[in-house]
């Protein structure tokens, strides 16, 4: 897994020493999706943090008349 990203983005906040380093890689799971795949339903938990490597994902709502309303949008280094 490439890590480069979401490390450059959390040294831009703090430094991290190298064991701190080592954890947080221990614990990533790179996991591609697929286009229209819903990563969770409503009233699910959800159980990780997303950091978008690449491409784009989108948070919406569905009302009892079936209308989406988009929440946000996230891209490339975005969590």
């Known amino acids: ?4 990203l979401i490390f450059s983005q959390i040294n831009n906040i ?3 020493n190298e064991d701190e380093t080592k954890f947080l890689e221990s614990i990533f ?3 591609p999706f697929k286009r229209g795949e819903i990563i969770v339903k409503s009233g699910d938990i959800a159980l990780y943090l997303i950091y978008m490597n690449s491409g784009y994902i989108m948070t919406y709502f569905t009302n009892k008349e079936g209308i989406d309303y988009v929440i946000q949008f996230a891209t490339t280094e975005w969590w």
Do not use: P
Not at 1 to 4: D, E, G
């Open 1 to 4: 897994m490439n890590s480069s």
């Open 14 to 16: 703090v430094t991290l």
């Open 29 to 31: 799971i790179a996991r």
